[in-house]
């Protein structure tokens, strides 16, 4: 029996950019909050796609959906397509106490009131209900939340909430591993057919505002603990907080990716990037790695580079 897994979920291009920024640049408490929220979100995503992955589960798992019915953008954290029915599962990474109390959603220790998660996965099953009406009008569409942190808790839980805590994943996923129904041909279709409406490029996203004068330079550890990496040895660098060792090659790569994302519009040169990665004292250290790595782009004036296409 094999499984049909839709791409691992995608770090958005906000997260993305935020968390290059995070090291070289003071955040505001609204940018801290945004980047933190972000990136539990993600977390919380790559650990159930990676419980699914890892477990080999039977049927057709769609991850990291984002659709638009009606003109209007709606995302689905995974999607669980069988024959007749679809089960929208949206994944909340929540860490703590929490408690409902009149359909009302509160965090336990300071009675702080969340957005409760229902509203989002009634939203996006009217929505994809819609979407697929014409092609596929027939299908059963389910919703259910998944709590997928160990460290989270929620009392005066209703009774039929449609829910999956951590408690439960495992036997949740020997439930689904025990269809031995296989894929059929019709679940490969909607699945093709959804796949083929994802929309690659949010709407919605939120772009940090920032400035090359303004960011601090240097190699940053690709661990994501917010250092500056150091000389360790004359090929070595280390990252002080978190201890990891990294080639001075392979940071010097990382940090002009990372460049390259951050400002997609300026040229990679020799000198732009001795100036970015700062710790590297030798111009032909980094003209080596752009070398081997980037694509040569000969110019009247000077040479530049480009990131190489898969």
């Keep these: 029996m094999k ?79 069988e024959n007749d029915s679809l089960t929208i599962f949206e994944v909340k990474n929540y860490e703590g106490d929490f408690f409902v109390e009149k359909d009302k959603w509160y965090v336990a220790h300071s009675k702080q009131e969340i957005r409760n998660p229902l509203t989002q996965l009634q939203r996006s099953e009217f929505l994809l209900r819609h979407l ?52 059929s041909a019709r679940i490969t279709a909607i699945a093709n057919h959804l796949a083929s409406l994802h929309v690659a490029k949010s709407s919605y996203e939120k772009l940090p505002i920032y400035s090359y004068s303004k960011l601090r330079r240097g190699l940053t550890c690709e ?5 500056f990496l150091e000389r360790y040895t004359n090929r070595l660098l280390i990252c002080s907080k978190c201890g990891q060792t990294t080639m001075i090659d392979e940071a ?16 990679i040169t020799t000198n732009e990037m001795h100036q970015w990665c700062n710790i590297v004292k030798s ?20 040479t530049y580079y480009k990131v190489k296409k898969e």
């Design 132 to 183: 697929l009406k014409k092609s596929y009008p027939n299908l059963s569409i389910k919703t259910c939340i998944v709590f997928i942190n160990k460290a989270f808790t929620l009392y005066q839980a209703p009774l039929g909430l449609p829910a999956i805590f951590p408690t439960q994943l495992t036997r949740f996923l020997e439930r689904i591993s025990s269809n031995r129904s296989g894929i």
């Design 283 to 302: 111009k032909t250290t980094i003209r080596e790695v752009l070398k081997q790595y980037f694509e040569q782009i000969p110019n009247n004036r000077y």
């Design 3 to 81: 499984n049909m897994l839709h791409q691992k979920p995608c770090m958005s291009v906000e997260l993305q950019l935020l968390q290059y920024l995070q090291p070289r640049m003071t955040f505001s408490p609204q940018e801290t909050v945004r980047y933190e929220t972000l990136q539990k979100g993600y977390l919380g995503e790559i650990a159930f796609y990676n419980l699914v992955k890892n477990n080999a589960v039977s049927g057709n798992f769609l991850f990291d959906l984002r659709l638009a019915s009606n003109g209007t953008e709606f995302q689905i954290d995974s999607l669980y397509i």
């Design 223 to 227: 661990i994501t603990c917010g250092e």
């Design 252 to 267: 010097i790569f990382n940090n002009i990716m990372e460049y390259s994302v951050l400002f997609p519009d300026r040229k």
